[in-house]
């Protein structure tokens, strides 16, 4: 018998069965052929052996450990949106990445969505030549110049930054803000409206271009080994730089879709780790002379926890038939995104009264997640936002202003 079943079927107190480590409750793996379960056991086992303990320090140092982006390239996870890897396994590589620390899951998936994903489907020859090679053995990196100073959730209607095209070179001037590894990259995605056409346009400029200026933004309480900058731009480049197919707004719309949706998979790999980390902490510490889990208020948050993962971990394993059928629309991919970062952070506050005092150190992690999970609540659209894109699916009507 299954050892879930075993549990749930037979609740007197004689039953000790407890579920194995790792915790897998919906065992979506089993849907993966054997190649790509092998792969997803590899990024798993590295992730946890030289991932998940080694980012407690980087992240109180607020830094970026390069050198363990290295081993990713190697696994394959600078091309996982290229390759002919499927939905469920990509998304699962997410999580997996997600439960060893949220910000390497973060870099990881910006780069295959925001970067690679946009370079691919809207760049030149040339520039796909230039920059994917790199990009994809993660020896590159690249940033996703979108938001601004003044303009974050209004982006589309608001955006500043100006790209005029004089002769053979394009003048961009303005200021982005909350840039992923703006002061590391090697390339930037820049996102300019066309002071000819009011048109928003996506430039693929190499950060070296004079002009360019990144700047960390520090003292953040979340995803603080990934790097973000406020980036200034007084910056010319070639015409070229002009990637092809991005000459409107709607052209990062696909990108941002899937982002949301990989987001939700980031939600199920932090709450994974919440869950493992919650359990085993009530396992083993005693008070009153018994383990924490002997307690029943402490068994029904563990159980709260677990349905939220069971509920995230069923939902995205549902879009990723969908995606595979070309029918993730913005509705689902936003209310996936919205829902299951709120329950992450439901099971983020529950995780951390189980620790009791040392839910607040982030040498236990579940500080660190609970950090992690905030600002994941609001990048790639606010919960406000995708909610507001649910509400005016739901009703016809925007709610927006
Ligand atoms: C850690 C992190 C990494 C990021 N990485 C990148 C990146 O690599 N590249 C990039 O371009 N951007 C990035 N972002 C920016 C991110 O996409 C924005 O923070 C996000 O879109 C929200 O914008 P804002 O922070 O300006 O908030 P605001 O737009 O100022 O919103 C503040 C609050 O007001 C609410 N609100 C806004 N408008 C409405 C409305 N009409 N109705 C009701 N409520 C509303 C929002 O829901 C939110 O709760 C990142 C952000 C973070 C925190």
Known sequence: MHPL???????????????????????????LGPEERERLRQIEAHAQAHIR?????????????????QPLGELGLGELFTGDSSQLFQGLAHAALA????????IIGIHNELIVGTIESLGSTEQRQRWLPGLKRLTTLGAFCLTEPEHGSDIAGGLATSATLEGDQWHIRGSKRWIGLGTVAEVAVIWARDTADGQI???????DTPGYHAQKITHKTGLRIM????????????????????????????????????????????QQALLDLARSYA????????????????????????GNLAVSTALMG???????????????????????????????ATARDVLGGNGILSTHEVAKIAGDIDAIYTYEGSYGINMLIAGRALTGVSAFV
Do not use: C, Y
Request: net charge negative; hydrophobic share 45%; aromatic share 6%.
């Open 201 to 207: 346009k996506g430039f693929l400029v190499p950060t």
């Open 227 to 270: 790097q973000n900058a406020e980036v200034e731009l007084d910056l010319s480049v070639p015409a070229s730089a002009l990637m092809p197919k991005a000459t409107s707004f709607a052209a990062t719309s696909e990108g941002l879709r899937g982002s949301r949706a990989w987001v939700g998979w980031q939600a199920v790999g932090a």
């Open 283 to 306: 396992l083993n510490r005693e008070q009153f002379g018994q383990p924490l889990a002997a307690f029943q208020l402490v068994q029904t948050a563990l159980a709260t926890m677990a």
């Open 318 to 348: 549902e879009l990723t038939r969908l995606q595979e059928e070309g029918r993730l629309t913005m509705l689902r991919a936003s209310l996936a995104k919205a829902t299951l970062t709120r329950l992450a952070r439901e099971s983020a």
């Open 5 to 31: 079943h075993a549990t749930t079927s037979a609740p007197e107190s004689t039953n000790t069965s407890v579920l194995e480590e790792p915790l897998e409750l919906l065992e979506l793996a089993r849907h």
């Open 99 to 106: 439960r060893a620390d949220v910000s390497f899951s973060a």
């Open 53 to 69: 303990h080694q980012s407690i320090e980087p992240w109180n140092q607020e830094t970026l450990p390069l050198h363990m982006l």
